[in-house]
């Protein structure tokens, strides 16, 4: 399901869950659009716990994640240390990370993508933190807005005939508070969500230099 977009990814992994059970371990390649993946990630297991209900079963799935490998010894480790952080702050359960191409090892790319998970282990303490991402706003608006476009594309044998707010007793229209910066975005004036829409993520140079791969 590598080639398909987040939201069919979502979709099919959903049907399979449907059509084999609970108990399978979830294989998802895992992208370079950082908070899409992440969200995907969230997506799925939240709408596995939906269809667990919808059965009145009280199961959960196992996810395993994987960076996608890149073109060439630099843009391969960045994916990888994107992408493993994507996952990991989206909930997976375990994670391979790629060494990359053989003949990258002179170079020693093979040796740091190989560390890269004990690097995000234990500099960042990621996977010391349970549900790292939840009380964002962003993401959770953005796993939102995926589950209900992934639940609406699912047939009816899969989800019963039951719409969303049904299942996952959400609220179609929240009360409105009166809060100033609930009506601006991250990254546009006064910046009231902060100066940038995607922080770093969008800023390779920057993340190089958080993961340890620079002297910039």
Same mark, same amino acid.
């Given at each position: 399901?590598?080639?398909?977009?987040?939201?069919?990814?979502?979709?099919?992994?959903?049907?399979?869950?449907?059509?084999?059970?609970?108990?399978?371990?979830?294989?998802?390649?895992?992208?370079?659009?950082?908070?899409?993946?992440?969200?995907?990630?969230?997506?799925?297991?939240?709408?596995?716990?939906?269809?667990?209900?919808?059965?009145?079963?009280n199961q959960e799935i196992r996810i395993h994640c994987e960076?996608?490998?890149?073109?060439?010894?630099?843009?391969?480790? &960045?994916?990888?240390?994107?992408? /493993?952080?994507?996952?990991?702050? #989206?909930?997976?359960? %375990?994670?391979? @990370?790629?060494?990359? !191409?053989?003949?990258?090892?002179?170079?020693?790319?093979?040796?740091?993508?190989?560390?890269?998970?004990?690097?995000?282990?234990?500099?960042?303490?990621?996977?010391?933190?349970?549900?790292?991402?939840?009380?964002?706003?962003?993401?959770?608006?953005?796993?939102?807005?995926?589950?209900? &476009?992934?639940?609406?594309?699912? /047939?009816?044998?899969?989800?019963? #005939?039951?719409?969303? %707010?049904?299942? @996952?007793?959400?609220? !179609?229209?929240?009360?409105?508070?009166?809060?100033?910066?609930?009506?601006?975005?991250?990254?546009?004036?006064?910046?009231?969500?902060?100066?940038?829409a995607t922080m770093y993520a969008e800023r390779p140079w920057?993340?190089?230099?958080?993961?340890?791969?620079?002297?910039?």
């Open positions: 399901i590598s080639d398909e977009s987040i939201h069919e990814q979502i979709v099919h992994t959903i049907e399979q869950i449907h059509q084999y059970g609970f108990n399978q371990t979830l294989i998802l390649p895992i992208g370079s659009d950082f908070f899409h993946e992440l969200a995907k990630v969230r997506t799925i297991r939240l709408l596995a716990a939906g269809l667990a209900k919808i059965k009145g079963q960076p996608k490998a890149g073109h060439n010894e630099g843009d391969h480790l &960045l994916k990888q240390t994107t992408g /493993g952080i994507a996952a990991i702050i #989206g909930g997976t359960d %375990s994670i391979t @990370f790629h060494p990359g !191409e053989s003949s990258w090892a002179a170079n020693g790319a093979h040796r740091v993508s190989r560390n890269i998970g004990n690097l995000i282990r234990h500099e960042s303490n990621l996977t010391s933190i349970q549900s790292v991402a939840n009380g964002s706003y962003f993401i959770e608006a953005l796993t939102d807005q995926l589950a209900r &476009l992934a639940w609406s594309k699912l /047939g009816s044998p899969v989800t019963e #005939g039951k719409n969303y %707010s049904e299942v @996952f007793n959400a609220v !179609e229209k929240p009360a409105k508070l009166d809060l100033p910066h609930l009506g601006y975005s991250a990254g546009v004036p006064p910046f009231l969500r902060g100066p940038y920057t993340i190089r230099q958080y993961a340890g791969f620079s002297t910039a």
